[in-house]
């Protein structure tokens, strides 16, 4: 089965730090993707982990741990045009979807 | 430029019409996608295609059909067999399915069936 966990909403304040979790239990794993979207807009990529460890970016970061079925994803100095969904998506051959998404986390940030 | 374009924006049918979704791209991807996004639901893969004149079903293929006739085309059709086809339907593309391909969404199409 293919299964994607994320909190549906947070808040954070403008100018701080927020992680954003994803758990996964899929029969097969070839690398986890975040993607950002905004309200009405199409997903646009921010990162791909396939090995366990961090991945920087600028203010983002994404950590992958396979054998704990688990990543993150780490926003810093945060800004008002954050606010936005980021979508944890899996890559799973195994079934009829190679990209498997989960439901969102919608970030709220506030002043 | 370069990317994927939807049209309409915003598409309003009556039940029980077919209506066909477009998607075109100039990047030179080979394979595309087509997702459906219901309010609080995460992306559900309706439709993929590889290389042309060929398609795999996703988790939701029922009461919807494509075609790949060029590279740079996939259109959905939403048929009058689909139960529930109002949602925000998204298409992607992707250079190719290894494993480290992203996807490139383009703006979605919202469809109203009335």
């Known amino acids: 089965g293919q299964n994607i966990d994320q909190p549906t909403e947070m808040t954070a304040t403008e100018g701080a730090i927020v992680q954003i979790n994803c758990t996964y239990q899929?029969?097969?794993?070839?690398?986890l993707f975040w993607y950002q979207q905004h309200a009405g807009e199409a997903p646009t990529f921010l990162s791909y982990?396939?090995?366990?460890g961090l991945e920087e970016k600028g203010r983002f970061s994404s950590f992958l741990s396979r054998s704990k079925g688990y990543s993150y994803l780490l926003l810093k100095e945060l800004q008002m045009k954050d606010s936005a969904s980021y979508l944890c998506?899996?890559?799973?051959?195994?079934?009829?979807?190679?990209?498997?998404f989960g439901k969102g986390t919608r970030l709220s940030v506030i002043a | 430029d370069g990317g994927i374009t939807q049209s309409p924006k915003y598409l309003f049918r009556k039940e029980g019409q077919n209506v066909t979704l477009s998607c075109e791209q100039n990047l030179n991807h080979d394979a595309m996608y087509w997702y459906r996004q219901d309010p609080g639901q995460g992306l559900r893969l309706i439709y993929y295609?590889?290389?042309?004149?060929?398609?795999q079903k996703g988790d939701i293929a029922e009461g919807y059909s494509v075609s790949r006739e060029k590279k740079e085309s996939f259109p959905l059709t939403v048929t009058s067999a689909q139960k529930n086809p109002t949602a925000f339907y998204l298409c992607?593309?992707?250079?190719?399915?290894?494993?480290?391909?992203?996807?490139?969404f383009g703006p979605g199409t919202r469809l109203t069936v009335l």
């Open positions: 295609s590889q290389i042309v004149n060929d398609f």
């Open positions: 899929t029969s097969g794993f070839n690398g």
């Open positions: 982990n396939v090995l366990d």
């Open positions: 992607a593309s992707s250079t190719g399915l290894a494993d480290y391909n992203e996807q490139f």
């Open positions: 998506a899996v890559r799973d051959y195994s079934g009829n979807t190679p990209l498997v």
